[in-house]
């Protein structure tokens, strides 16, 4: 069993009918509808326990209450990370036993290694403290968060834990939730419930669209600042830039975000104390404040926290220090 992943979904009651692989990927957000589709047509995926897996197909429709198992290869790690060391790495470690470290990631530390980032990521920071995370997919990370965001990682130690934790995101029982600073004053609660894919202008950008996959954001207002609020932000679903792209669509992009942040301001607004401030923020202002889930080994509910850095603590002390003016 080391060498395959095991997921089971049960298809909650509220979700409408839909196609299985548009399912899965929604659900299973670290692998991508490629690697899904192929899983059921090699018949690792089957439903309400059928034992013709092999008649499965990728626009299989499954309905409310359906079982889903999976039973799929481990995916190869074709690329040796690189252990490197991060002298204040221990600081970041929130919790740690013998199944699960939590990590407060600080802003500009990109997660995985990439192109433009093969090094000083957070992956290769945990292999220098624990080099048996290279038997683990993702270094067994369990999600991941933007460089230029904040807070709260949740990472694996060992194949068990691994699964178990990715059952749980898979099935959307790992809860997070974000804090934020946006422009302007959304409603004082309010959910967002746009697809989301890659733009078709820009292909580093994601961007609202139709043929985008299912994505779930709800917010509260926690407070309102002159020219900008401060917001709590639950995600239901786990896609790329999620929270960047929902508040941009709806009017209220994040202070801080380059990416996203495309807003007309008027000239009463360019008046405005704050609004320098706001504008020369030099990343999103967004943080993984916290997070809720069963642990993998003794199933009991735990929730960690992240105190906001200093960087969105200060920003936020030296707007309410300045002349009220909305």
């Avoid at 395959?4 to 929604?26: A, C, E, G, M």
Wanted: aromatic share 10%; charged share 25%; proline share 5%.
């Amino acid at each position: 069993m080391d060498d395959y992943f095991i997921y089971k979904l049960n298809v909650p009651i509220d979700t409408s009918k839909q196609r299985l692989d548009t399912y899965l990927s929604d659900s299973l957000i670290e692998h991508s509808r490629s690697q899904v589709q192929q899983w059921i047509k090699s018949g690792y995926v089957s439903v309400n326990n059928s034992l013709n897996c092999s008649g499965l197909k990728p626009n299989s429709i499954i309905y409310p209450l359906d079982q889903i198992q999976i039973k799929a290869p481990k995916p190869k790690i074709n690329e040796k990370w690189i252990p490197q060391k991060q002298d204040n790495f221990d600081n970041w470690i929130i919790y740690e036993d013998d199944d699960l470290i939590a990590i407060d990631k600080p802003a500009g530390i990109v997660v995985y290694p990439a192109a433009g980032h093969h090094d000083n990521t957070l992956v290769n920071f945990l292999l220098s403290h624990y080099p048996q995370l290279e038997q683990l997919p993702r270094c067994g990370l369990i999600h991941r968060i933007d460089k230029d965001t904040s807070g709260i990682l949740l990472c694996a130690k060992n194949q068990f834990s691994f699964l178990k934790l990715a059952d749980q995101m898979a099935n959307r029982y790992i809860k997070r939730t974000y804090l934020a600073i946006v422009f302007s004053h959304p409603n004082l609660e309010g959910s967002i419930n746009k697809p989301i894919g890659r733009d078709s202008k820009n292909r580093k950008k994601m961007a609202v669209i139709s043929s985008g996959k299912h994505a779930l954001s709800y917010y509260k207002r926690l407070e309102k600042l002159s020219l900008c609020s401060i917001i709590q932000v639950n995600i239901e679903t786990g896609r790329t830039h999620q929270i960047r792209v929902h508040f941009h669509h709806i009017g209220f992009p994040l202070v801080g975000d380059q990416v996203y942040s495309k807003r007309r301001f008027s000239k009463e607004d360019k008046k405005n104390n704050c609004f320098e401030l706001l504008k020369s923020f030099p990343r999103q202002a967004l943080h993984a404040q916290k997070i809720n889930f069963k642990h993998p080994k003794t199933n009991d509910f735990i929730e960690f926290k992240s105190n906001l850095p200093d960087d969105l603590s200060s920003l936020i002390k030296e707007i309410k220090n300045m002349p009220y003016h909305y």
